[in-house]
């Protein structure tokens, strides 16, 4: 039996290796494998295995099978090869892209020392020499608790504990443990207290509609106003596919996000739930990796990194604010979009998709109006929760009677009124450049640009007007090319 191993390097090329008698049937597309390139071992993953092969060299043998851990689900190892052959990208680079590097490098997590008494050093306390306190203050401290304690914990009896305890092992009076450090990133989080999700009868019609369908691949875009509860949506969903023994993968589109939506998971599903995002550090993606392939955790919340995770028997994929231009991975290759690789993983795992969003991209708007996806609209604000007050101001009318104003009558009029009452304000400037508008005084033109048809923007940098959209520049004009007078002023906020 022979085996093609891509390894994750730059090149589309697979390298055929021997399967040895001992790994016959334990080596199949997705294993990953030590095998000898380049006059040393590395590891890379089997792309296909063949009784035969049509290379007539010199043909080496796999060394054997690295990591049972690194063992991809069917399901994920096709969507690795679609996202290989849509993106034009190496194998071997998509399999970097899904791995975390720590297991590339044989990952082996930290071991934490634990101490725990023996029946010796309970029955030595009572006539323990003084000439040594500290050992004789981690005996008596020992001597209390019923299970092995972290040695570096024991400072407060010992200066030095893990010394103390050295000696003290010698003398058979303690026994000491290693055990595989836990870096967890929701340790610092704490799990919360379990919340039962209440919904409004609104929200209760979308989870009926999904449900009804059935199991298997379906894409849903659930177009829901702001503040619509979109995500006590996706939360019930989730609490029903879990019930059913499958697992749920929800993808947010900034990393800033990830724990704000993982701690709403985790007062929902408590433990069970895992992070997962490229700020991660290398122990902790280790230590929630070998946990994922353990079948600890149902639920993984990330950013667009997570489509990676080898979840078992997955039945729910959540893309939320699918809009978002943060899904689409520029650099380095592969260079994927979230969005789309959820719609291929979910059909490769004949799992449910749902997009949600306030404001939908077209593509995925276009899709539902054809039917591709099932459109589900969310039309009122969930809870008691109001919209906030919109006022739109026309800054012509502001700029008419001195031509000056930056801050239009009624913003100023609401600020003062907010100061007076001793409140904040923020004021949110979203602009670039230093100002938005080359605008004439007489009839109120706007300088725009010819190939967009958008307003240019000043930049002080070079004293010329920008477009932000094609790119162009170009100086500024005293005279207007409307009404031609000589009365040009930069303005905007």
């Given at each position: 039996?022979?085996?093609?191993?891509?390894?994750p390097?730059?090149s589309f090329?697979?390298?055929t290796?021997k399967?040895?008698?001992s790994l016959?049937?334990t080596?199949?597309?997705?294993t990953?494998?030590?095998?000898?390139?380049?006059?040393?071992m590395?590891a890379?993953?089997?792309?296909a295995?063949n009784p035969?092969?049509e290379?007539?060299?010199?043909?080496?043998?796999?060394d054997?099978?690295?990591e049972?851990?690194?063992?991809?689900?069917?399901?994920?190892?096709?969507?690795?090869?679609?996202?290989?052959q849509?993106y034009i990208t190496?194998?071997?680079?998509v399999?970097?892209?899904?791995?975390?590097?720590?297991?590339?490098k044989?990952?082996?997590?930290?071991q934490?020392q634990?101490v725990?008494i023996?029946?010796k050093?309970?029955?030595v306390?009572?006539?323990f020499?003084?000439?040594?306190?500290?050992?004789?203050r981690?005996?008596?401290?020992?001597?209390?608790?019923?299970?092995?304690v972290?040695?570096?914990?024991l400072?407060?009896?010992?200066?030095?504990?893990h010394?103390?305890?050295?000696q003290?092992?010698?003398?058979g009076?303690v026994?000491?443990l290693?055990?595989?450090?836990?870096?967890?990133?929701?340790?610092?989080?704490?799990?919360?207290d379990?919340?039962?999700i209440?919904?409004s009868?609104e929200?209760?019609?979308?989870?009926?509609?999904?449900?009804?369908?059935?199991?298997?691949?379906?894409?849903?875009l659930?177009h829901?106003?702001?503040?619509?509860g979109?995500?006590?949506?996706?939360?019930?969903?989730?609490?029903?596919?879990?019930e059913?023994?499958?697992?749920v993968?929800?993808l947010?589109?900034?990393?800033?996000?990830?724990?704000?939506?993982?701690?709403r998971?985790?007062?929902?599903?408590?433990?069970?739930?895992?992070?997962?995002?490229s700020?991660m550090?290398?122990?902790?993606?280790?230590?929630t990796?070998?946990?994922?392939k353990?079948?600890?955790?149902s639920?993984?919340?990330?950013?667009?990194?997570?489509?990676f995770?080898?979840l078992?028997?997955?039945?729910l994929i959540?893309?939320?604010e699918?809009?978002e231009?943060?899904?689409?991975?520029?650099?380095?290759a592969p260079r994927?979009?979230?969005?789309?690789v959820a719609?291929?993983r979910?059909?490769?795992a004949?799992?449910i998709?749902?997009?949600?969003s306030?404001?939908?991209?077209?593509?995925?708007?276009y899709n539902?109006?054809?039917?591709?996806?099932?459109?589900?609209k969310?039309?009122?604000?969930?809870?008691?929760?109001?919209?906030?007050?919109?006022?739109?101001?026309?800054?012509k009318?502001e700029?008419?009677?001195?031509?000056s104003?930056?801050?239009s009558?009624?913003l100023?009029?609401?600020?003062?009124?907010?100061?007076?009452?001793?409140e904040?304000?923020?004021?949110?400037q979203?602009?670039?450049?230093?100002s938005?508008?080359?605008?004439?005084?007489?009839?109120?033109e706007?300088k725009?640009?010819?190939n967009?048809?958008?307003?240019?923007t000043?930049?002080?940098?070079?004293?010329?007007?920008?477009?932000?959209?094609?790119?162009?520049?170009?100086i500024?004009?005293s005279?207007?090319n409307?009404?031609?007078?000589?009365?040009?002023?930069?303005?905007?906020s």
């Amino acid at each position: 039996m022979f085996a093609r191993v891509s390894f994750p390097i730059s090149s589309f090329k697979s390298f055929t290796y021997k399967i040895p008698a001992s790994l016959n049937g334990t080596v199949q597309p997705g294993t990953c494998v030590n095998a000898p390139i380049n006059r040393r071992m590395q590891a890379g993953f089997v792309v296909a295995v063949n009784p035969d092969s049509e290379y007539k060299g010199k043909i080496l043998p796999i060394d054997s099978i690295r990591e049972k851990e690194l063992q991809f689900p069917e399901e994920l190892w096709h969507t690795l090869e679609w996202i290989s052959q849509y993106y034009i990208t190496p194998l071997g680079q998509v399999l970097k892209a899904a791995v975390p590097n720590s297991f590339l490098k044989l990952y082996k997590p930290k071991q934490v020392q634990f101490v725990k008494i023996t029946a010796k050093g309970l029955n030595v306390i009572p006539t323990f020499e003084n000439k040594k306190p500290a050992q004789k203050r981690l005996l008596e401290a020992l001597s209390n608790i019923n299970e092995p304690v972290k040695t570096a914990s024991l400072t407060e009896f010992a200066s030095s504990p893990h010394t103390v305890c050295g000696q003290l092992e010698k003398s058979g009076l303690v026994e000491t443990l290693s055990q595989p450090q836990i870096t967890d990133p929701f340790e610092i989080m704490g799990p919360g207290d379990i919340q039962n999700i209440q919904l409004s009868k609104e929200q209760q019609g979308v989870v009926d509609t999904i449900q009804n369908t059935g199991k298997g691949f379906h894409p849903y875009l659930l177009h829901g106003v702001t503040g619509s509860g979109k995500t006590e949506v996706y939360l019930k969903l989730a609490q029903t596919t879990v019930e059913d023994g499958q697992s749920v993968l929800v993808l947010v589109p900034e990393i800033a996000l990830t724990p704000q939506v993982a701690i709403r998971f985790r007062k929902a599903f408590g433990s069970r739930v895992a992070l997962w995002h490229s700020r991660m550090t290398k122990a902790e993606k280790g230590w929630t990796w070998q946990q994922l392939k353990k079948g600890e955790y149902s639920v993984v919340v990330g950013a667009r990194s997570a489509i990676f995770a080898p979840l078992k028997n997955l039945g729910l994929i959540i893309v939320d604010e699918e809009q978002e231009s943060s899904y689409k991975q520029e650099n380095p290759a592969p260079r994927y979009h979230a969005r789309d690789v959820a719609m291929v993983r979910g059909k490769q795992a004949n799992a449910i998709v749902l997009l949600t969003s306030a404001t939908p991209c077209l593509e995925s708007y276009y899709n539902a109006l054809q039917n591709k996806f099932t459109l589900l609209k969310l039309t009122k604000r969930y809870g008691k929760s109001n919209y906030p007050a919109v006022e739109l101001v026309d800054m012509k009318k502001e700029y008419s009677d001195d031509g000056s104003a930056l801050l239009s009558k009624s913003l100023t009029e609401a600020i003062n009124d907010r100061l007076e009452r001793s409140e904040q304000v923020i004021i949110l400037q979203n602009r670039r450049g230093y100002s938005r508008v080359h605008q004439c005084l007489e009839c109120g033109e706007i300088k725009k640009c010819e190939n967009c048809s958008v307003a240019l923007t000043f930049h002080r940098t070079d004293n010329n007007l920008h477009c932000h959209y094609c790119e162009s520049v170009e100086i500024p004009e005293s005279n207007c090319n409307k009404c031609t007078a000589e009365n040009m002023t930069f303005a905007g906020s």
